[in-house]
Structure formats: C-alpha cells, structure tokens
Nanobody
Framework: QLQFVESGGGLVQPGGSLRLSCAAS????????IGWFRQASGKEHEGVSC????????YYADSVKGRFTISRDNAKNTVYLQMSSLKPEDTAVYYC?????????????????WGQGTQVTVSS
C-alpha cells in the first residue's frame, strides 16, 4: 500500500526557508511521479511542483518558480521540496501525492495516496 508522510513544515518569517520531506513506504519511489500540492485556508488545492518518474523532469508553478526546488533521494525513498524566499502567500498545508507515471499534469484528481499534509506558515 502506497503511503506518504510529509514533514518539515513550521512557522517562518518572510524571506526564510524550509525544506519539506515526503517519505514514501510500500513502493519504490523512483517508479512513481510525485507531486507537491498546497491548500490555503478556504481555497482549492494548487499544484506546486512535480518530479516525473520516467526521466526526472520537474515542474514548478509560476508562483514558486525560482524559489522552490524539488528533488528525490532514491536511497531514502524520499522527495524533498526546498522552499526559499518564502512569502506570506505561501502559507498553506502542503501535501505530496503519487501521480500518473511519466506525467506532471498537476490536476489533483490524477494524484492519489495523499499524505496527511504539513502546515507551512509564513508570517512576521
């Protein structure tokens, strides 16, 4: 059974950094496309970043491009989301999920095995 556990969230000041982790169990991570989504209070899920299973291609939403970096450590079966230059509008619960092999089409309905999420709050 595919399972994810997200961690690394917290309270950070604007301009600060956090690294989120998405630890996988029940499968080998490098055979799955993994996406990061976020959901701010009262809003829909927003696709943030993705790393493809087939060739390691990455995707970033325009709102985080140049500030966030997704990476995968196959030995630890973990995907990371390094977030820098954080803004108050980055405040949300961040989730990782498994997507369609070889695709980073960031439609939430195409992703499954969602983790429980980790809260990121950017505030002074």
């Amino acid at each position: 059974q595919l399972q994810f556990v997200e961690s690394g969230g917290g309270l950070v000041q604007p301009g600060g950094s956090l690294r989120l982790s998405c630890a996988a169990s029940g499968f080998t991570l490098d055979t799955h496309t993994i996406g990061w989504f976020r959901q701010a209070s009262g809003k829909e899920h927003e696709g943030v970043s993705c790393i493809s299973s087939s060739d390691g291609r990455t995707y970033y939403a325009d709102s985080v491009k140049g500030r966030f970096t997704i990476s995968r450590d196959n030995a630890k079966n973990t995907v990371y989301l390094q977030m820098s230059s954080l803004k108050p509008e980055d405040t949300a619960v961040y989730y990782c999920a498994s997507g369609v092999q070889g695709s980073c089409l960031m439609i939430p309905a195409l992703f499954g095995s969602w983790g429980q999420g980790t809260q990121v709050t950017v505030s002074s």
